[in-house]
T-cell receptor, first 113, second 112 residues
Framework: DSGVTQTPKHLITATGQRVTLRCSPR?????VYWYQQSLDQGLQFLIQ???????AKGNILERFSAQQFPDLHSELNLSSLELGDSALYFC????????????FGQGTRLTVV | GEDVEQSLFLSVREGDSSVINCTYT??????LYWYKQEPGAGLQLLTY?????DMKQDQRLTVLLNKKDKHLSLRIADTQTGDSAIYFC???FGAGSYQLTFGKGTKLSVIP
């Protein structure tokens, strides 16, 4: 168990809908990262938050947004969902901004039908 | 841009050594990582190596880094059936961040 908790584990929704994925980082970790794992693109970095502020942005679509709350949990919001958004979404956390290690959660598997 | 390449499949017999290879393109990477993903599970960090090191050993795992050729390998000694998983090589391209570029993963199958 990495200590990073993601909910829900599975999510099935229809095209055009909006969903929210939640991540609780390890106790004491200030940074949260979101990654997407899909069959065609592999694992891609989406976005990083550090202590509530956006720190780095990767290949995140404009239809997607994220935030980190004062209690350090983070949410990834996906809207106007398309079939191609079906993927495994991982959250990771680390103590600081650029540590040698980050710990991944179990992921949320999103299926868009 | 950054790119990490791995072979997709590797099959070994139980008890043999496994060697998973990876090439990367970003010479400014400071750390390179190996992650393991078992079916239905998250990503487990196995080990990492700093870019100024040539080798790192951790129990059954040996990481070799050839910075000149941008080649990274993971050797698993005495491979067990529990080692069957997908192994991802990753490089950290983000300064002051943990922005990883992952390879597509190598599926290791261990034959009893």
């Amino acid at each position: 168990d990495s200590g990073v908790t993601q909910t829900p584990k599975h999510l099935i929704t229809a095209t055009g809908q909006r969903v929210t994925l939640r991540c609780s980082p390890r106790s004491g970790d200030l940074s949260v990262y979101w990654y997407q794992q899909s069959l065609d693109q592999g694992l891609q970095f989406l976005i990083q938050y550090y202590n509530g502020e956006e720190r780095a942005k990767g290949n995140i679509l404009e239809r997607f947004s994220a935030q980190q709350f004062p209690d350090l949990h983070s949410e990834l919001n996906l809207s106007s969902l398309e079939l191609g958004d079906s993927a495994l979404y991982f959250c990771a956390s680390s103590v600081g901004m650029g540590n040698t290690e980050a710990f991944f959660g179990q992921g949320t598997r999103l299926t868009v039908v | 841009g950054e790119d990490v390449e791995q072979s997709l499949f590797l099959s070994v017999r139980e008890g043999d050594s496994s060697v998973i290879n990876c090439t990367y393109t970003d010479s400014s990477s400071t750390y390179l990582y190996w992650y393991k993903q078992e079916p239905g599970a998250g990503l487990q960090l196995l080990t990492y190596i700093f870019s100024n090191m040539d080798m790192k050993q951790d129990q059954r795992l040996t990481v070799l880094l050839n910075k000149k050729d941008k080649h990274l390998s993971l050797r698993i000694a005495d491979t067990q059936t529990g080692d069957s998983a997908i192994y991802f090589c990753a490089e950290n391209f983000g300064a002051g961040s943990y922005q990883l570029t992952f390879g597509k993963g190598t599926k290791l199958s261990v034959i009893p």
